[in-house]
């Protein structure tokens, strides 16, 4: 087995939290009747490659169907190159929904960004199964509410493990996608190498959303004991708004996963059940079928609004609420107050056949690319990158969309503090600025118009009947603060960039724009 520093001091911490409990603790004895548990080696070795017994195609592969308490070491095999990939979990459901989240551009790593346009024949296997000591105490002691440190033991304990099989898989089969192929540090750091006696008087929960929580069926039995209302919401597969209307309430909810009703109750709850207001219109509800156009086609930047046809639609970026509820969005701006429980009412019916009853009388129906995410784009996320080359500009929902695309075009170490660097300084990366969408709007006011995702300056107007290429160079003086300024801004660094009067007839081409810094 692999031996390093990491492991060591993984070793000793793990050493220390035993020793901490009491022997006549339940904690104790539920430890040393699962350390007994043999792993399972689901492979073979055939002249020294690692072989899995079983093998799934990851696109259509469901985390569900994995075993819930157990983690291990997992692979990943890239068919059309041979490349693979090792890793390990605490629990193999929770990290496939994880990987599941990162290829769709999550805090992607490089196995996502190598492989996430080749997930069509991307296998995946199960190599190592280990107990999911934290899973397995919630579900044969639901009742029980573990403390900060217990629950750290039982996580450590599973980490460890996992963690040493995956250095161990790693270092006798050397995959080409951990490391980018030997080229960083292939050693498996361990998430608890200290540890704080202390935190076994603590309590594990800091916030509503970390309570455990117990799912029943009607007839009272126990279907499951979720760690937390996020755990619930990926058991059910809900929605996380769904699990806190649903949670303490005596009306039970209905799984489409589990195809029947249960109840969720908190492990601290010691109220009585409320019967809360939920929205049963959406019940039994089509999806939305256009006139023309999959779902899957559609641009994974926006939001669309179709009419009553199903034909014709706008598309928004960030502000579809906005623009179908003016008058009530004034409202809430005058009154300080949030987006997010006004726009439950078109995100619930994203992709439903139901229609959204507009302040104009108007009725529309909501879709998006189902890949899209909503916490992609947010109103101080979205950028534009401007190739002053080319003469284009694209739209992106955030910064690790642009260093997704700088890496596919080439060996760029371009990161997102480097991002962060040069938005809206008017510096350039090589041939490029990186402007927000406020600030790109100010000099080319039409790309604020929904729909508008990317922008060639190169644009041909007709003058007399002849069709020529205007090559009007616009000088946008951009001013940023200099490194070393004074507190009152009285040095300023002037960069000087060129981009072509776009098709859009911004102004006068000798007109200078100045954007605040």
Known sequence: MPYNRHIERAHDTLKLMIESLSEETLIYKFILEKIKTAYKFNAKVVKDKLIPNNADKWKSFSPFSLPYHKGGTYLFHQTLTNDTYIGSAANHTDRAIQNSEQFRGVNPRSLHIQEKDKQETLLFSIIHEVPSLVKLFRKEYPKYLLSKGEYEILLAITTYTSRILEQYLIDQFKPTINGKGGIYDLTVTHKFTNWDKTNLNKKLIDNRGSIPVNIFNLDGSLEYSANSLNDASKYLQMSATSVYLYVNNSKSYFSKHLNKHVRLVELEFTGDTKLRKIEHSLK??????????????????????????????????????????????????????????????????????VSVLAEDGKSYYLAKNPERLDTEIRDNSVLWLIDLEKFEAKLYPNLHKVVDYFKSISKSEITLRLCNYYKNTGKRYKNYLFLSHDYFIKVIPDASKPGIAFINFKAKLTDTQEEVEVLEKIKIIISSRAPGASARGEKFNLFLCEVFHSAFKLNQAQTFFRLPC
């Not at 999959?294 to 579809?320: E, G, I, R, V």
């Open 284 to 353: 039994n509800v089509n999806p939305l079928i256009l006139d023309g156009k999959d779902l899957n086609n559609l641009d994974l930047l926006f939001l669309y609004c179709f009419s009553q046809d199903k034909k014709t639609y706008q598309t928004f970026l960030t502000d579809a609420y906005r623009n179908l509820f003016p008058k009530n969005s004034e409202i809430l701006i005058k009154n300080n107050k949030t987006f997010t429980g006004s726009y439950n009412y078109i995100r619930n019916r994203i992709n439903l056949d």
